[in-house]
Structures are given as C-alpha cells and as structure tokens.
C-alpha cells in the first residue's frame, strides 16, 4: 500500500507538472523569438529614417547588432552580404514590409520609396537568435519539475507511513491472537477508520477472553459433576465379589478419571502456545487394544491384531492418540451387534508417520446421515470427530466383509 500511495502522488504530481511546464516550456520559446524580431524590427526602423542620406547609411549599417542588408536602386548592397531573395524582390514590387520565414530563420525586409526608385532594407534573424536562451530556461524548468516530484515522493512517502504505521500494528496485533496471545491490544491510531477497527479488534479479543474463562468455568464444573458419579462407580466395583472383575471395573473407572482431569488441564491452561507432542505409536495402540480386547472377549466377538513390533515415532501426544483409538472401537462396539468381529491395524507410513485403520463385519455406513459419530439416539456426535483431529488424513469406507473401514494417517 505503502508503494502503491508513493506511485499514485508521483503519477498525479507529474501529471501536473506537465499541464503547467509544457505549456512554459512553449511560452518561453515564444517570448524568445518574439523578442528576437522585435530587436531585429527596432534595428530595421533605426535603418529606415537613413534611407536618403547615403553617407549616414553607409556609417550605421555596419554597427547594428542584427545583420542588415540593405538593396539600393541602382543595385549597390550594403550592410551584410547576401543575395536578393525572393522575399527583397517582393517587397520591392509591392512595395510592401514582409516577414518570411526561410531554413536559416526569419526575414525581415521593408521597401523605402525614394526619388531615385525602391530601396529594400533587409534583416535576418537566425535560428540560434529566435532560440536565444530557450535551452537553459527549459533546463531550469525540467529542473523545478524534477525537484517537485522528489519533493512530492518525500511527502507521500511521508503520508503513507503514517497510514501504513496503524495498518501494520493491527495486523501484528491480530497475528498474535490468532496465535493464542490473547493479551494483544492494538492502539488506535491513525485515521478515524483506523481507530474504528483497532478498538472493534480489542472488544473482539477481550470477548474471546471472556467466553474462553466462561469456558474453563463451565468445564470445571463439568469435572465436579463427573467425578462424582466415578466415585460412586469405583465403590460399586470394590463391592464386586470377582476380585479381577472389580480391579477391572475400577481400573476403568479411574481411567476416565483421568481422562477427564486432562481435559480439564489443559482447557485451563494459561499459556496455550502449540508444543510438539510425539509418542510411540506400536506402544500406545497395543495397550489400547489390550483394553479392549476383554470386551471384545466377553461380547463374543473376534478382535484381529496388525501391530508393529518394534517401535513406530508419530508427532501425536499418547493420550490424544489412545482417544481417538478408543472413539473408533467404541463406535464399533455401540453400533454393531455382539459377535461382530473387527479388526486394528497399524503401519509404518511412507515418508513417516503411520497408517491407522479399524474395520468391522457390520452392516457398514448407511449413508452419510448414518456416519457413526454423528450426533443421534443421545450421542455428543464426537467419535470421528475425535479421530480427526489427530490425522492428517480422514478417510471413511467399506471394508473387505462389507463392514465400515476408517483409515487414519497420523504424521
């Protein structure tokens, strides 16, 4: 913007310098070669009044400061030597006072009727007289010209800092909260326009702040009221008579427990700038498979295992991944009937990362109204939703007994 403001002065300075020089520039030539002539009609004057006394004429022909040629009757020329022109012989025979311009210039030339016939008094004035100071008071106009756009270019260039100066702090400011520094305020300077939108972006940042705290307020609420109904879940598991069915129950218990205090962390948390998270995933999707493996077990169902035996790096924080793993099996146990087999796998992806794919021999998608996940019959409507945020590719189809397939591919 900053450029373009520079180059719109400039364009529009120019453009008026040339509708005020050009026509100076013209005027001056003009004036030149006005005055030019009219040096050359005074001299010719001075000539005339001599023409019947030849000894004066010849005396002040010489000394004039335009050259003069004066034609006698008789033929004698005095004065600067030149030929009888067309014009001389013109002026004679009408006896008429003729200015004509030739190659070399302008001609001036004046008969004087006398008694001894027509003498023709003749003034030339040359091309470098009539041009006579032209050059150096164009250079001088160039020059003026040429100073008043810099001058221009100086006070856009001025100008456009202090548009631009409010332009760039808005567009920091609003870098910085989209970076999550919520604390950023623009100052509001600059035109009113500019004060306008600096001031609407900091009630803007200050409502996100606002609705961000009510947030956090509301999810540790949330966490009060879900921990008490683990806790009353974890006393029914101690009061179970299988000692491995209640460790279980109350393992489970305790995992959702934490589950939901992360959740609530890292809601709460204060400095919310991105940090790289990795974690092996091999390690994390065999023990979440392991988890549900026992439910697969006691539902009747087959759970086929494809799982690396050596470590696999991905870019994905553990408990993010294992969320998304149990979202995808939990929509598989939630809509297919016992006795569904289903099927994790997981590779290596090429270039890095991994591929994540858990298929089932259920009925499959009914359509994209019926995608698991989708909120209906009392569901958040969160399970792929889950998934998606820790793949950098989604992909949902049919598997090969014509169940659902949902592919993963995690950087």
């Known amino acids: ?151 221009g270019l100086l006070v856009a260039d001025r100008l456009a800092r202090t548009i631009i100066a409010p332009i760039t702090e808005l567009s920091s400011v609003s870098h910085r909260l989209a970076n999550a520094e919520l604390t950023a305020r623009a100052d509001p300077a600059g035109p009113p326009e500019l004060r306008e939108v600096a001031g609407a972006l900091n009630q803007l940042a200050g409502r996100i702040q606002d609705l961000l705290a009510a947030e956090r307020e509301r999810l540790a609420d949330l966490s009060h009221r879900v921990r008490t109904p683990l806790t009353a879940l974890r006393l029914e598991a101690e009061s179970l008579r299988d000692p491995d069915e209640a460790a279980r129950v109350a393992a489970a218990a305790d995992g959702v427990a934490r589950a939901v205090t992360a959740v609530i962390q890292q809601a709460r948390r204060r400095d919310v700038a991105p940090v790289a998270a990795s974690c092996d995933a091999a390690a994390v999707v065999t023990d979440r498979v392991a988890f549900w493996a026992v439910l697969a077990e006691d539902t009747g169902r087959v759970l086929a295992q494809d799982l690396p035996v050596g470590p696999l790096p991905v870019a994905v924080a553990a408990d993010d991944l294992a969320a998304a793993l149990d979202a995808l099996l939990g929509n598989v146990f939630a809509h297919t009937p016992d006795e569904t087999g289903l099927a994790v796998a997981l590779r290596a992806r090429p270039g890095g990362g991994a591929v994540l794919e858990v298929s089932d021999d259920g009925p499959g998608f009914a359509g994209e109204a019926a995608v698991r996940g989708a909120s209906g019959g009392g569901s958040t409507g969160l399970g792929l939703d889950i998934a998606r945020q820790v793949a950098s590719s989604f992909e949902v189809g049919t598997s090969v007994s014509g169940g659902a397939m949902v592919r993963l591919e995690i950087s």
Do not use: Y
């Open 1 to 151: 913007m900053r450029a373009r403001l520079t180059l719109l002065v400039a364009a529009t300075t120019v453009l008026v310098l040339l509708a005020f020089l050009v026509p100076m520039a013209l005027l001056v030539r003009q004036v030149a070669a006005d005055r030019a002539l009219s040096r050359a009609d005074d001299v010719v004057q001075t000539i005339v009044p001599l023409v019947g006394d030849p000894e004066a004429l010849r005396l002040a022909v010489p000394v004039q400061p335009v050259p003069v040629t004066v034609f006698l009757p008789d033929g004698t020329v005095l004065g600067a030597p030149a030929a009888t022109t067309p014009a001389v012989r013109l002026a004679a025979a009408r006896n008429q006072a003729l200015t004509v311009v030739t190659a070399a210039g302008q001609e001036l030339v004046v008969p004087v009727v006398g008694s001894a016939g027509v003498t023709v008094v003749r003034a030339m004035v040359t091309k470098a007289e009539l041009t006579r100071g032209v050059g150096r008071a164009w250079l001088v106009l160039a020059a003026l010209g040429l100073t008043l756009v810099l001058l």
